[in-house]
């Protein structure tokens, strides 16, 4: 049971011995501009802790960068006993080790400052997120030519629609996309997204990327850049590929 005196600025909590422990390890944490990076051991449990991340530059970018992050973690990472305190902006995080950390490594990635000056689609190192059932690889990519959020958010449905990977999301402020999955799938979507990610005007040629473990018999891909067709024309031909070819 929790209740706040607003007069007094105080909060008075009544539990058991390792409810109060919690609650006042959390107070402490939020009400110091530098959280401890050592995690809190949740008592009677093997696994569970909890962690607080102050963030430095989500938090003051926007509410909308902040939301993005909390449904990065929500929906890359699949964690959701997470939650922000605006005034100081941290996040609070409490789940097994695993997903602690690879909170740490999300967070970490993301709250950084804008690089203007990238040319290319570059990435976070590797994260081997080992979840219980398996171990998904975990990567963070920054663009370089797709600024726009509808340009990121055009990248994230290619990556669903075609790669039918389900544990992406886009945060916008870094002008990055994070991604989950086995290692083939990690490896198509980076071939992907440099395919996508390129100048406006740039003229390239097809390229074809193989990846058997896709689907049964193997899968190819092409990323086509049509020199002519524009608006409805290459609506037009979509619709034609879709419905002519059965291609979806």
Do not use: C
């Not at 209740?3 to 909590?13: F, L, N």
């Not at 804008?114 to 690889?137: I, K, L």
């Not at 086509?224 to 037009?236: K, V």
């Amino acid at each position: 049971h929790v209740s706040m005196d607003r007069d007094t600025s105080s909060v008075k909590i009544t539990g058991m011995p390792d409810e109060l422990a919690m609650s006042g390890w959390i107070i402490r944490n939020l009400d110091q501009p530098s959280p401890s990076p050592d995690p809190f051991l949740v008592a009677g449990k093997s696994d569970d802790g909890i962690r607080v991340f102050h963030l430095t530059q989500a938090g003051a970018a926007s509410p909308r960068a902040v939301q993005e992050l909390l449904t990065v973690i929500r929906t890359v990472g699949d964690i959701q006993k997470i939650f922000y305190y605006m005034d100081h902006a941290d996040l609070v995080v409490r789940g097994p080790a695993a997903e602690l950390g690879l909170a740490e490594f999300l967070t970490s990635s993301l709250d950084q400052t804008p690089d203007p000056q990238r040319t290319a689609m570059t990435m976070s190192p590797e994260y081997q997120y080992n979840w219980g059932r398996g171990t998904d690889t975990v990567r963070v990519y920054y663009l370089a030519h797709s600024a726009q959020p509808q340009q990121i958010q055009e990248i994230l449905t290619n990556l669903r629609t075609v790669l039918q990977v389900q544990k992406v999301f886009n945060f916008t402020a870094m002008e990055a996309l994070v991604l989950r999955g086995s290692p083939e799938t990690v490896a198509a979507a980076e071939w992907m997204i440099r395919s996508l990610d390129v100048p406006a005007d740039a003229r390239n040629a097809p390229r074809e990327f193989t990846a058997s473990t896709l689907s049964p018999g193997g899968a190819m891909i092409h990323v086509l850049y049509p020199a002519n067709l524009r608006g409805p024309a290459l609506m037009q031909t979509l619709t034609a590929l879709r419905t002519d070819l059965n291609i979806q």
